[in-house]
């Protein structure tokens, strides 16, 4: 099935909300508006470099913090193709299944990856594959009820079904 | 089979006898919370969901509380969403300025979230009421979205932990001590995923806005949700405020836990935990050497009357540094009406502090306190990430009100005893 593939961008242990996309942006919530700050405070050349497909890998406790869906939104609408973690805050969690960005959880993969290494990323299976180092990781498996909620496109495409019958 | 309270408040909103931690359930839902932030994305999803209106018009609460009175254009635009949806909806719980208050001080006030209940709000610190006894996590907007459509929502079951506080409080240790200390000790994903369950001796004793703070701090160490059994003080609390029936859960004696922490308190000095991560903290005696640039009293942490009253006690009669500025931000209008008949407005305005509004202002970097490359500010604020309060070199430590009182006093972190 499908398969993604792009660049490392490494990023440390508990990288915070306010780190993915600052409150001082959070007067607005046009993804274009917020993917020009994406990461900014934890990397502030992130928004210029990022191209399209790159992947995030990070240690643990992705996107800990406030619930801002703003996080999520910012990272899918600067082009992130997903993001993989060691683990995620639980709020973020939710909040990328529900919004449609792809996260895979591996802490073999957040510690074997380096930045700027070539990964690809096979969405079903959670095959994860550092094409740079030859290495291979597996993700925690999805609960099936998320798998449904992404194979709807995201939480509201789910309820809006559930609505209608 | 035995539960944790966590897991009796789950099980009975789920319509089922027992649930099991990891178990998928879907819930109802009492009350869905939204604010000036999250609910203008949550409008405009609930919008794409195909339904007329929200399903119970008195159970959605919107909260514009983060950047009003509206700072700038764009936050103006966002408030005014949540108005007309409100006006569009009839809903009975939207909260104008001048009647608003910091959500998570608002709602248990005005009775809207009560024990046994399950609460979700597109805000993080939604885990604030697990200190009346309910279930409540927070959650994104488009779970709010699904939330206002539906009445439901799916949660996993949490294992919990328990945590025991036994022994003496020494003297200016409060909720917000106890807190910090823990969230120091298991670290800020120490609880991720789980349940905090604060119990023992100590948390019996604890004030109601005492243990409002602790749970409402319980995402700092990654939790879905804190919480504390009510008793005697939750009913006092309760009884003449609650809009709802509310029921007393309780874990049984012999219920599952994940894991058991046990603190004796006597050991535990004020905390304050530096930046970046709340989970940074040392003894204040390990911390008077940090000069301030201001202090900062108010947010859904410790916004609350008793911490007013703590923080006014110290400084009554005395003038702060001329180093610092003090914000004293209560957290809602009830609370400044009280502030104000007390005296204790004009106690911080003669200390050379100034006093505002309601609103969650500088504890997210909004407005009404940001700081500049090199600024200090210690806060009794639940957050010290980077930028959190302003420029990203600037630098953010929490602690209690008496700390913060005290501290502003001698324009560097302090110990209360040192002023008192
Ligand atoms: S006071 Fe601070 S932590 Fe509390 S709801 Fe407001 S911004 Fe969030």
Redesign the interface.
């Known amino acids: 099935m499908k398969k993604l593939e792009g660049k490392a961008w490494k990023f440390g242990a508990?990288i915070?909300t306010?780190?993915i996309i600052?409150?001082?942006y959070?007067?607005?919530?046009d993804p274009a508006e917020l993917a020009k700050h994406c990461m900014e405070?934890?990397d502030?050349a992130f928004p210029a470099k990022v191209q399209p497909g790159d992947i995030i890998v990070a240690d643990?406790?992705f996107g800990?913090?406030?619930?801002?869906?703003?996080a999520p939104?910012a990272i899918k609408a600067a082009g992130v193709s997903c993001v993989v973690a060691a683990?995620f805050?639980?709020?973020f969690y939710?909040?990328a299944f529900?919004?449609g960005l792809l996260i895979f959880e591996s802490p073999e993969a957040a510690a074997g990856i380096a930045e700027g290494d070539r990964v690809a990323v096979d969405v079903e299976s959670g095959v994860i594959t550092n094409l740079t180092r030859g290495e291979e990781y597996r993700a925690t498996a999805v609960?099936p009820?998320m798998q449904q909620i992404i194979a709807a496109g995201?939480?509201?495409n789910y309820?809006?079904e559930?609505?209608?019958k | 089979m035995p539960m944790t309270i966590t897991e009796k408040i789950l099980a009975d909103h789920a319509g089922k006898d027992m649930v099991k931690p990891g178990e998928?359930i879907n819930v109802r839902v009492d009350l869905a919370l939204g604010n000036d932030?999250?609910a203008?994305?949550a409008i405009?999803?609930f919008e794409?969901?195909?339904?007329a209106t929200v399903w119970d018009r008195d159970r959605v609460a919107l909260v514009p509380d983060?950047?009003v009175p509206n700072?700038?254009i764009?936050?103006a635009e966002?408030a005014k969403m949540l108005k007309e949806f409100a006006r569009k909806h009839q809903l009975t719980n939207y909260f104008e300025v001048g009647r608003m208050g910091i959500e998570h001080c608002l709602l248990p006030e005005q009775g809207l979230v009560g024990p046994g209940d399950l609460v979700i709000?597109?805000?993080?610190h939604?885990c604030t009421y697990g200190g009346l006894g309910a279930f409540s996590t927070?959650?994104?907007?488009?779970?709010l979205?699904?939330a206002m459509?539906?009445g439901e929502t799916?949660l996993?079951v949490p294992e919990s932990i328990k945590f025991i506080y036994k022994g003496e409080l020494k003297p200016w240790v409060s909720g917000k001590d106890l807190i910090l200390h823990t969230i120091g000790d298991i670290g800020?994903?120490g609880a991720?995923?789980q349940a905090m369950e604060f119990t023992g001796p100590v948390i019996e004793a604890l004030d109601m806005d005492g243990r409002l703070t602790m749970c409402n701090m319980a995402?700092e160490a990654?939790a879905?949700n804190g919480i504390i059994a009510p008793d005697e003080i939750t009913r006092r609390y309760v009884e003449g405020r609650a809009k709802r029936e509310y029921v007393f859960y309780n874990s049984d004696s012999d219920a599952a836990y994940a894991a058991v922490y046990e603190y004796d308190v006597s050991q535990i000095e004020p905390q304050i935990a530096f930046p970046h991560?709340p989970s940074n903290t040392r003894p204040v005696s390990q911390s008077t050497g940090v000069s301030l640039d201001q202090v900062v009293i108010g947010s859904c942490t410790n916004g609350r009357m008793e911490d007013l009253r703590v923080a006014a006690g110290l400084l009554k009669g005395r003038k702060i540094s001329d180093q610092v500025r003090l914000i004293v931000i209560p957290g809602t209008q009830e609370i400044y009406l009280q502030a104000m008949r007390e005296g204790l407005i004009e106690i911080f305005i003669n200390a050379g502090g100034a006093f505002s509004t309601p609103t969650c202002g500088p504890c997210?970097?909004?407005h009404m306190g940001i700081l500049a490359p090199g600024e200090k500010c210690l806060a009794t604020t639940n957050?010290n990430?980077?930028?959190?309060m302003g420029h990203?070199e600037s630098e953010v430590y929490l602690a209690s009100p008496a700390v913060a009182a005290a501290s502003a006093v001698l324009g560097r972190i302090a110990h209360p005893e040192e002023v008192a």
């Not at chain 1, 959070?26 to 919530?29: F, I, V, W």
């Not at chain 2, 927070?138 to 779970?143: I, K, L, P, Q």
């Open positions: 508990d915070d306010d780190a600052p409150a001082r959070l007067n607005t919530s405070d934890a502030p643990k406790n800990c913090g406030s619930s801002r869906e703003h939104i683990t805050a639980r709020i939710r909040n529900n919004i609960p009820f995201g939480l509201i309820v809006a559930r609505v209608k | 998928l932030i999250t203008p994305v405009r999803e794409r969901i195909g339904v983060h950047f700072k700038d764009k936050s966002q709000g597109a805000d993080s939604t927070g959650v994104g907007s488009t779970d979205a699904a459509a539906l799916w996993k800020v994903d991720l995923y995402v990654g879905k991560l997210l970097g909004g957050r990430f980077v930028g959190r990203p």
